[in-house]
């Protein structure tokens, strides 16, 4: 027994040093991708609270419809992995060229939802400036829609052979180009046309464009992947409907409960905005620092989905085990660090965005409640990589929509506005119906994964 606990232990070891060499990256490249949009508000700051206005509504919009059709391309990676762990590593390029396909209806549809989300702008603001300009933001990103999911592909790609440096690196050169750009659109610098908010999105999409063709030329001289090219190379293969029906049934459900969870987050700020501006500016700023926070579980779920797809499509019952263990402990211990750090420094961080003493309290207050909320949230974010290796999809949708809407948003409402169950809490309330919410989902989501992960290995 303590040569097999011993045996195990190092297994998991192993296994963990593996996930942390795909998540590191992904972190990094996360947080670069934060970057780009804190260059964009910047920038357009620069050019006027007007301006500002215009780039906030126009990402309102934006950022929810690609990062949810963004999301159904997600499942690529472990599908990738999944056929490399069974030793089909021929059968990638096929695959890869279905998701292609799946690009083209998606790239339509992605196009169809921006162009209607920019026809409301006249109607949630008087400034005919600020409408305007969140219009020509939308329709100049427009433009980025092909390459984005077309990059989600390809990043699938690597992400599936367990490289993802590359996105880093790529990331990286994203960040270093959007500065310029920004300048150069939005103010009119080196004698470019000054554009003004607007210059945010046409400057996004000359970053897009950029970054997808250097991706994808690293991935042609890849001897890694060489197999792959040469399957996506290959004319005259008949069109298998049934396999990008197949990417579209595990992948939909990704994007469907990737928008319920953005949707939530957004609701509810609409349903604090009655009780004023102080109210809605700290809870702006607890829910970006849980955002910057959430890069972190976010690159560890997507890690751990590629090396659960591989050891399922391999059969390896045992690795997979001690992979799940080992990446659970290292979740919950750097949850609880983090939670540490972000209480400890709750002041000093909230005065990185107001000098607004009331706003800085109010904040401070939310933000412990966020620093509990981790724990939740990275738990949920685990178990949902967890099951996005063992392609079963379905029930993420599903634990978002019951737990998110019909559980967490009367629940925040009551508390936020409310005697019902206690004094009207404000934001304090909305903090912990996201607690509850999340604790809910992840509780659901663990159940789900252990059933799965039985009935997987116990038909090898």
């Known amino acids: 027994m303590y040569f097999l606990r011993k045996k195990l232990a190092t297994r998991g070891g192993k296994e963990l040093k593996r996930v942390l060499v795909l998540m590191v990256p992904l972190y990094l490249a996360n947080l670069m991708s934060v970057g780009m949009g804190v260059v964009d508000t910047i920038v357009a700051g620069q050019a006027g609270t007007a301006d500002l206005a215009a780039v906030a509504l126009g990402t309102s919009i934006t950022t929810p419809v ?22 089909h590593e021929m059968r990638v390029g096929f695959l890869l060229n ?24 006249p109607y949630i603001t008087d400034s005919q400036y600020v409408a305007q300009q969140a219009s020509l933001y939308v329709y100049f990103l427009m433009g980025a829609i092909p390459v984005s999911l077309f990059m989600r592909v390809v990043q699938g790609c690597w992400e ?10 790529v990331c990286l050169l994203g960040v270093l180009l959007n500065v310029p750009l920004n300048f150069a659109c939005v103010l009119g610098w080196w004698g470019f046309p000054a554009l003004g908010g607007a210059g945010c999105g046409l400057a996004t999409t000359i970053v897009h464009w950029l970054m997808c063709i250097v991706l994808s030329g690293m991935q042609i001289i890849s001897r890694r992947h060489r197999a792959a090219a040469r399957q996506m190379l290959a004319l005259g293969r008949r069109v298998n409907h049934r396999l990008v029906k197949r990417i579209l049934r595990l992948g939909l459900p990704l994007g469907v409960a990737s928008l319920c969870e953005m949707s939530y987050f957004c609701v509810i700020t609409l349903v604090i905005a009655p009780l004023g501006e102080l109210m809605v500016s700290a809870q702006q700023i607890a829910i970006n620092i849980s955002g910057v926070l959430f890069m972190f579980p976010l690159s560890l779920s997507v890690a751990v989905s590629i090396r659960a797809a591989y050891h399922v499509g391999a059969g390896d019952a045992a690795s997979f085990r001690a992979m799940v263990c080992s990446a659970t402990r290292f979740m919950y211990a750097a949850s609880v660090a983090v939670m540490a750090l972000v209480i400890w420094g709750r002041q000093e961080l909230v005065a990185l965005y107001t000098t607004d003493v009331v706003v800085q309290q109010t904040a401070s207050t939310l933000v412990v409640l966020c620093a509990v909320y981790q724990l939740s949230d990275a738990t949920q974010a685990l178990m949902a990589g967890f099951l996005r290796g063992c392609h079963d999809t379905v029930v993420i949708t599903w634990a978002n929509i019951g737990c998110y809407w019909l559980f967490g948003f009367p629940l925040s409402v009551i508390l936020i506005r409310t005697d019902w169950i206690f004094p009207a809490m404000g934001p304090q309330g909305a903090w912990w119906s996201f607690i509850l919410s999340l604790t809910l989902i992840a509780y659901v989501l663990r159940r789900r994964f252990i059933s799965t992960s039985r009935r997987i290995f116990a038909t090898r």
């Open 66 to 87: 690609m990062v949810s059709v963004g999301a159904v391309l997600s499942i690529i990676g472990p599908m990738v992995a999944r056929l490399l762990g069974a030793r």
């Open 98 to 121: 279905h998701a292609k396909l799946l690009c083209v209806l998606l790239v339509g549809v992605e196009l169809i939802l921006l162009f209607l989300g920019s026809l409301v702008f």
């Open 160 to 169: 599936g052979y367990a490289q993802t440096r590359p996105a880093m690196v």
